[in-house]
């Protein structure tokens, strides 16, 4: 019986690091392949995508940076995704307080709010929001894309927050309130600092929804001059026409993906801590 218990238990091991092997080589490999190809010419492209490249072509980045303006969008992205952050950090925080802190009227009624606008997605929204900003001559501003941006992640972030502040004991608010903090004293002294693990995981999971949302940006933002860095992108496959520049595609691919890869790497255990955190005093 132990045996075959064993025997059970290896194979289901067996199973699980495989499917585990396939699923990293499925994520990995497109990757390395899009790292790979951008460092090759058209000919070597089109002769066959799948050999190696002959040598490092930092051409294909420089046409992506001189003939799409990668570098403007790059600017443009990165004011537009800090901006945003900013902005819902500063809702999303302020909000999950006072739902997950205080007993008022209506209190539900707006907590069921914000779950309805989880299960919302902008796109179905996309042409009336356009509308609406187009006759408050909001449209073409990255201050209102940012705020749109923030708008989109809030109830999401809002229910995460929740969980962290419902974890933290009323005694610290009133000790500091018994020392001379206001309210106000006390929420930015006491819970900012203890639901920092929360903050962190908000800022990462919208760093990368900001970074490559295509969508809005296409709709909110006409001027070239303010487009990001996904419209980039569009645009460089635009100028090619037909005779598609493929290597200064993928560089431009990779433009796109370092920043998020580094991102992830410098923050993977903060997320998940956050994440287990935020679980367990939910």
């Known amino acids: 019986m132990k045996n075959s218990r064993s025997l059970y238990n290896k194979i289901i091991g067996a199973v699980f690091r495989i499917v585990l092997l396939v699923n990293t080589i499925m994520v990995i490999y ?10 090759k010419t058209n000919t070597e492209i089109m002769d066959n995508p799948w ?8 051409e294909n980045y420089i046409t992506a940076f001189t003939k799409a303006n990668i570098g403007g969008y790059s600017v443009n992205s990165i004011l537009v995704t800090v901006g945003s952050i900013f902005l819902l950090v500063v809702m999303a925080v302020s909000s999950s307080y006072a739902l997950a802190r ?11 709010i914000y779950m309805g606008g989880i299960f919302i997605q902008i796109t179905f929204i996309i042409i009336p929001l356009f509308l609406l900003m187009t006759k408050l001559h909001m449209n073409d501003n990255r201050f209102w894309l940012s705020l749109v941006y923030a ?26 309130m018994i020392d001379g903090c206001g ?3 006390a929420f930015i002294r006491i819970i900012v600092p203890l639901v920092k693990p929360g903050i962190i995981t908000v800022v990462i999971f919208s760093f990368f929804a900001f970074w490559n949302e295509f969508p809005l940006a296409m ?18 496959m635009e100028v ?9 595609l993928f560089a431009g691919l990779v433009i796109v993906l370092v920043p998020t890869i580094i991102v992830y790497m410098l923050t993977q255990d903060k997320l998940t801590k956050g994440m287990q955190l935020g679980g367990l005093k939910g």
């Open 30 to 39: 497109p990757l390395l392949w899009t790292v790979l190809t951008s460092f």
């Open 51 to 58: 050999l190696l490249p002959k040598g490092i072509n930092l």
């Open 102 to 112: 205080y007993e008022f009227p209506f209190r539900k009624f707006i907590k069921n």
């Open 151 to 176: 708008v989109s992640q809030l109830p999401f972030s809002v229910y995460l927050l929740i969980s962290f502040m419902k974890g933290i004991p009323k005694d610290y608010e009133n000790s500091a």
């Open 183 to 185: 309210y106000a004293g």
């Open 219 to 236: 709709t909110l933002i006409s001027s070239d001059s303010k487009k990001t860095l996904p419209i980039g992108l569009a645009n460089l």
């Open 240 to 248: 090619q026409r037909y005779a598609t520049d493929w290597g200064a």
